[in-house]
């Protein structure tokens, strides 16, 4: 029936035209499989790592602060936990070595972020932002924005 159609389409209307059809029908059902391909919304629970935060921007953060995309603005979820340690930093001693140092004047920061997405086999979605272990992510709130790096998804 379709076929008769685009054949139908080829007469009336030229190649283009049913080109332009055809491309459309398979916009919509790409679409449709990618829709069908997302499990329902489910909460998701992440741990970005922020390293080399001033005190007092480490501060500022806090658990229940809601997160949000960037861009886009979009409430992705909260933060449910933060711990805090010194940053470390590889440090070449004078005979070659190289050993972690510490930095006194700055934080590394895990926050951990909780939220709505959805799954499927091939991605994590919380409203239009992707979550992947090793990805940059911007953490943005009402009081800071923090570049980190997702290093853990929990199941």
């Given amino acids: 029936m379709v076929f008769e159609k685009v054949k ?42 922020c390293p080399d935060i001033l005190p007092e921007v480490s501060e500022q953060v806090r658990v ?5 995309t960037d861009p886009g603005g979009m409430l992705i979820g909260k933060v449910a936990k933060v711990r805090a340690e010194p940053s470390k930093r ?3 001693t004078d005979d070659g070595k190289v ?15 909780e939220g709505r997405g959805r799954v499927s086999e091939r991605l994590i979605a919380l409203k239009n932002q992707v979550i992947q ?23």
Wanted: aromatic share 12%.
């Fill in 99 to 113: 050993v972690v140092g510490i930095n006194p004047l700055s934080y590394d920061l895990y926050i951990t972020v």
């Fill in 8 to 49: 139908k389409a080829v007469k009336d209307y030229g190649l283009i035209a049913s080109l332009l059809i055809l491309i459309i029908l398979g916009a919509i059902i790409f679409n449709l499989r990618a829709q069908s391909s997302l499990e329902k919304e489910r909460k998701i629970v992440f741990e970005v790592y």
């Fill in 64 to 68: 229940g602060d809601k997160v949000f």
């Fill in 90 to 92: 590889p440090v070449t």
């Fill in 133 to 155: 272990a090793n990805a940059e992510f911007r953490l943005t709130s009402a009081r800071y924005q923090l570049k980190g790096l997702v290093v853990k998804i929990f199941d």
